[in-house]
């Protein structure tokens, strides 16, 4: 999912646009998130090529309900601002 993420970084970049920041969050109840946030946050900001300062990560519980609470699951949703790259 790295490699798939620089490379639409790079799609962006080729299209005139660059990425300007990037807000993850992760539905899972275990395991606990807490100690791999900054290494996330830096290899997400690498893939994208933006500053560590420039992505957030964010890990939520679901509170024991559906796949993600019952241990069988992991959801991530994820949006970039973009803006159209000076020419």
């Known amino acids: 999912s790295i490699a798939m993420l620089a490379t639409v970084a790079t799609m962006t970049r080729d299209a005139g646009f660059e990425p300007v920041n ?3 969050t992760v539905v899972v109840d ?6 791999y946030i900054a290494a996330m946050r830096e290899r997400l900001a690498t893939a994208v090529g933006l500053e560590p300062a420039s992505v957030s990560v964010k890990a939520k519980s ?4 559906g796949y993600t609470g019952d ?3 992991i959801a991530a949703y994820a949006v970039a601002g973009v803006r159209v790259r000076d020419s």
């Not at 275990?30 to 100690?35: F, G, H, Q, S, Y």
């Not at 679901?62 to 309900?65: A, C, F, I, R, V």
Request: proline share 12%; glycine share 18%.
């Open 22 to 24: 990037v807000d993850a």
């Open 30 to 35: 275990a395991p606990k998130l807490a100690p």
């Open 62 to 65: 679901s509170e024991g309900l």
């Open 71 to 73: 241990g069988t699951g």
